[in-house]
């Protein structure tokens, strides 16, 4: 299977501390893959290395065989690597359509933020925007469209999670990095999501996506990185991660192991 990604030896020290040690993995194409592990253990640095946000200590990031690795975030966005953030980051006064539509705007060369300034040439491209901002809400999430026109910051915090992620897809990403979009979702919320990143990926979009809820992770995955301390302690199907005897003790516990037999 083709490799979107390969992440070789990566690793990243702050000072005296290894936030992440040596971590080598591959992303097939069109595939879901988890990151789990304690808190701390480096899953959002790794993201962060991936998206541009952290320059590596050591080792490489291969995007489609081309090195990434210290590159700026939005020549990564723009080369086709959407991510979200942890703390939800939305223009909270802008409309759920807006909001997309300004993640649009990298891909288009700033045109709504333009029209927002009143820039009169624009305008006209605003309503092309509008449209496909639209077109996105609807493939992504029936939920958001119903609420195109609704104040971000209105918004339950799962569909600001959720929006997040549409605004992501704005930019048309080949890789979409996920870090922890089930955080603070209930049981049904987490079931829609699952529906919703399914999807995503049935439409070939390649998924990582950084997770404690384990329900999220078990529903879509195709395979699961653990890591432990900064390094990768495990690579494999999470049906197989969640039994391994490491795992269990480093991030898991027994429910998991148990819930098997
Ligand atoms: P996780 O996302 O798995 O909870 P992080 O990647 O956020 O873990 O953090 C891994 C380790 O790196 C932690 O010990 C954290 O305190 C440290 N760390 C992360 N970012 C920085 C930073 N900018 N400066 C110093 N230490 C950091
Ligand atoms: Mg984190």
Redesign the pocket.
Known sequence: MTSILSVRNLA?H??G?V??DDVSFDVPAGSIVG?I????????????MITGV?VPSAGDILFDGQSVAGRKSFEIARIGIARTF?NIRLFDELSVLENVMVGADAARGGAYFSALLGLGAELRREADAARDAMALLAAFSDDLVRRADVQAGTLPYADKRRLEIARALALRPRLLLL??PAAGMSPDEIRTLVREIKGLAVGGLTVIL?EHKMRLIEGVTDSVIV?DH?KKIADAPFDQVRRQKNVIEAYLGRSYADAQS
């Open positions: 990243k702050f000072d501390l936030a992440v990151i592990g304690p808190n701390g253990s480096g899953k959002t640095t790794l993201i962060n952290y942890q870090d922890e950084v890591l900064g």
